[in-house]
């Protein structure tokens, strides 16, 4: 299954980049629940877009541990 990663908000649009690094403007009234920067998002179905809170807490995790190593001592 494809994801997104919530590149940044711009007034009542959700702007989208997806694995092969393109970008996507989605309305905000396509998200079933709600979004921010750096969520990790998923298309279902029914065409809502859902944010995928257990990818995203990893996505985060993971992200702060290179951060972590980049400026440890």
């Keep these: 299954m494809a994801f ?3 590149d940044r908000l ?3 649009l959700v702007i ?5 690094k393109t970008f996507l403007q989605v309305p905000l009234t396509a ?7 750096g969520s990790v998002v ?3 179905a029914d065409g ?7 990818k995203t807490a990893a ?3 993971k ?7 980049i400026f440890a001592d």
């Design 59 to 61: 996505r985060k995790a």
């Design 16 to 20: 989208l980049e997806s694995e092969n």
């Design 31 to 37: 998200f079933s629940s709600p979004v921010s920067e």
């Design 42 to 44: 998923l298309v279902g």
């Design 48 to 54: 809502k877009y859902y944010v995928d809170d257990a």
């Design 10 to 12: 711009e007034n009542d």
């Design 4 to 6: 997104f990663i919530v």
């Design 63 to 69: 992200l702060f541990q290179l951060q972590k190593n």
